[in-house]
């Protein structure tokens, strides 16, 4: 019964964050957080923007409602037992989860099967390619990736919009 309400609890946190950009903004930096750590303030906006559009914190006073938002991220973090923390370090700077990986176990396996299907003669091809090449062709496929993720959201938002 328990997952069942967990689930319910979901269904109805995506049909909230698709009619309000609050719970949207909130839904990504926690999605974000479960899979990642040691993300600054300017890499989880630029990560959220990615999902919902650059401006999307507002353009006056963007700082206090990143703030505001991480502030019940947090909570919800807590709620689920784990404590967010901010390291202020220089190696690792940016939020994170005490008692966690850099990386969520999850995220670690879908690394590792992408790595295992990297094309040895591709890889050859890329190293032959200059630095800045290599960083544009970076850029590109990031982009279309971030292209072919925001129209998933769009198509699931309109199916169930």
């Known amino acids: ?17 698709s009619r309000d950009l609050v719970t949207a903004r909130r839904k990504h930096l926690l999605e974000i957080l479960v899979h990642e750590r040691y993300l600054t303030r300017a890499q ?9 559009g650059k401006g ?18 947090k909570k ?19 939020y994170y989860l005490r008692g966690q990986g850099a990386i969520s176990p999850e995220l670690a396996k879908r690394i590792a099967g992408s790595v295992a ?5 591709q890889m050859a091809v890329t190293r032959k390619l200059t630095p800045a090449d290599r960083v544009q062709q970076g850029f590109s496929m990031t982009d279309l990736a971030f292209r072919v993720d925001r129209y998933r ?6 199916a169930h919009g």
Not at 56 to 73: L, N, Q, T
Not at 77 to 92: L, T
Not at 117 to 121: A, F, I, K, L, T
Request: charged share 25%; net charge neutral; glycine share 6%.
């Open 1 to 17: 019964m328990e997952r069942k309400l967990q689930q319910e609890y979901l269904v109805l946190l995506v049909d909230a964050a």
């Open 44 to 52: 989880l906006c630029y990560r959220v923007e990615g999902f919902l």
């Open 56 to 73: 999307c914190f507002g353009a006056s006073a963007w700082e206090d409602v990143f703030y505001r938002d991480m502030r019940v991220v």
């Open 76 to 94: 919800a973090f807590q709620a689920a037992g784990y404590d967010m923390a901010y390291s202020r370090k220089n190696n690792r700077p940016g």
């Open 117 to 121: 299907d990297v094309d040895s003669q």
């Open 153 to 158: 959201q769009q198509k699931r938002q309109s």
